[in-house]
């Protein structure tokens, strides 16, 4: 072929080994150096890591969670409810013994120093029990009608203890609420063997506080006399301290039932009457210091106190 003579016309030269050939050939190899990359990530797998353990929970588990935690939460709950039990039924007892205590005092016109320091005790109790210690913010309690049971008002005093003849006597003190229209009643029923009638003074209140309401009264009314379904004539009456037998004159008193009961018909038929109060006593406020469904402590501007319990309550029965 044409191309084979053209390679044999290069001179060549056979390569002879020699000392310093030899050095170099004997010479160990040279180290690659090693990428950085890989001795970082060879450093990092060298790093020590803790060991996490991780519990994933779920409403929906089928093991429900933990026994030790379930029996926590169930020992926090009865412990809670129990208390909130007995936290209950404590002022209940409280508002029984109250109530007890109050019988017979005539609302605390004839209470001795001893049920007066009784009662404060129990009042002070119960105050600090209060389950509604914003009152004015459940006005949906106040509302209604609470009857007197007791007060420290000395002013109410002399009406409690005069009587406007033998035969009248004060039947009941109460004090009717509308929080819806923001007023008050307070109204004094007098009862005698014929008929009932009232004096009241109708009011607005303001609500200043959580627990403060001023009032300010505005009219005056003297209600008319209400005939009473049956004549009842005691065996005696009081005058002066001393008893009087009515049982002699029994049979006059008896004839004469008609014609009363004429007479009081007549006025019963008549509107009530009614007057403006003046203005410079026209004004007070009460605090509550303890409400609930049944009973409400109030102090007045003087410090008096007042135990009201509302119309219906088992408070009322002895």
Partial sequence: MATVPLFTQFPCKTLVPTSSNSKLQSKPPTL???NPINRRS???TAVHRPD??????????????????????????ERVAEEAIESVEE???LKRQLADSLYGTDRGLSASSETRAEIS???????SQNPNPAPNEALFLLSGKWILAYTSFVGLFPLLSRRISPLIKVDEISQTIDSDSFTVQNSVRFAGPLATTSFSTNAKFEVQSPKRVQIKFEQG???????????????????????????PIRGLLTSVQDTASSVARTISNQPPLKFSLPADRAQSWLLTTYLDKDLRISRGDGGSIFVLIKEGSS???P
Avoid: H, Y
């Avoid at 005790?121 to 105050?127: A, D, F, G, H, R």
């Fill in 42 to 44: 060879e450093a990092r």
């Fill in 32 to 34: 690659v150096p090693v």
């Fill in 91 to 93: 002022t209940e007892r």
């Fill in 52 to 77: 996490f353990k991780v519990r994933v929970s779920d409403v929906n588990d089928e093991w429900g969670p933990d026994s030790s935690e379930k029996g926590s939460n169930v020992s926090v709950a």
């Fill in 221 to 247: 009314v003297i209600g008319t006399p209400q005939l009473t379904d049956s004549i009842e004539i005691p065996e005696f009456v009081e005058v002066l301290g001393q008893k009087i037998d009515l049982n």
């Fill in 121 to 127: 005790e129990l009042i002070t109790q119960l105050e």
């Fill in 315 to 317: 408070l009322l029965n």
